[in-house]
């Protein structure tokens, strides 16, 4: 498969090295100096995966970062030179799939370019035949097997993770779901990051859906509320 991706760094050094590295390994490499730039090639191509700075002149990585995440899962790899967990924490819970402080070592850069876009690949392509086709819960309705999302007869546009939320909500209407599960089951076990991201998740359905019964168990999770079940 030729994987395209998108590179988005200031520093004409590091963007050449990582291009070079990168081009190598037989990638289609899209490289730009602002996030910017990097919005009008999210908009008029499809990448498999971004490498993003964070220190950026006008918009800056987090932004982008947040941008491409009301839209779309595509694996970010975040390198910057803020190395404060703070700054990681908030890479990661505005979307970021790793995080990599400068300096870096360029092999090790390919090799989490590679890991990210075997996990990218297998969830595109992961084999539903095991699922029920049709998930209904009130107003909501799943296709598993076409990834699809109908709220009171509309089809709502869903992001793979917010997708995944709907479907474990719905399978099991009523139950309390900690935010700990959610994570683990829509992230996977191996996610560096706090349950904050569960909250944005559930905000941003909220927001696609504005009658979804949704509800919060303070200081525990969520549920999907359904009275006829």
């Not at 099991?172 to 700990?180: G, I, K, L, Y």
Request: proline share 2%.
């Amino acid at each position: 498969m030729d994987y395209k991706i998108g590179i988005v760094e200031d520093d004409s050094n590091i963007r050449e090295i990582v291009e070079g590295y990168l081009k190598k390994e037989g990638y289609e490499i899209h490289a730009v100096d602002s996030a910017e730039k990097a919005w009008d090639v999210f908009n008029s191509e499809s990448m498999d995966l971004w490498v993003l700075d964070i220190m950026l002149p006008g918009m800056d990585g987090y932004e982008f970062c947040k941008r491409v995440r009301q839209r779309s899962e595509v694996p970010i790899i975040i390198i910057s030179a803020k190395d404060e967990e703070v700054d990681k924490i908030l890479g990661l819970e505005l979307g970021g799939d790793d995080y990599l402080t400068k300096p870096f070592s360029p092999r090790e850069l390919v090799a989490r370019v590679k890991r990210h876009l075997k996990k990218w690949t297998a969830m595109n392509t992961f084999d539903k035949q095991g699922d029920e086709e049709r998930i209904s819960a009130g107003d909501l309705t799943l296709n598993a097997t076409q990834r699809r999302a109908y709220f009171e007869g509309i089809e709502v546009d869903t992001t793979a993770k917010e997708f995944e939320m709907l479907k474990i909500l719905a399978q099991q209407t009523n139950r309390a779901f900690s935010r700990e599960e959610l994570l683990v089951q829509v992230w996977g076990d191996d996610y560096f990051g706090s349950d904050r991201a569960v909250d944005d998740l559930v905000k941003r359905l909220r927001k696609k859906m504005k009658n979804l019964p949704i509800e919060t168990v303070w200081g525990h999770g969520y549920r999907l509320k359904d009275e006829e079940s």
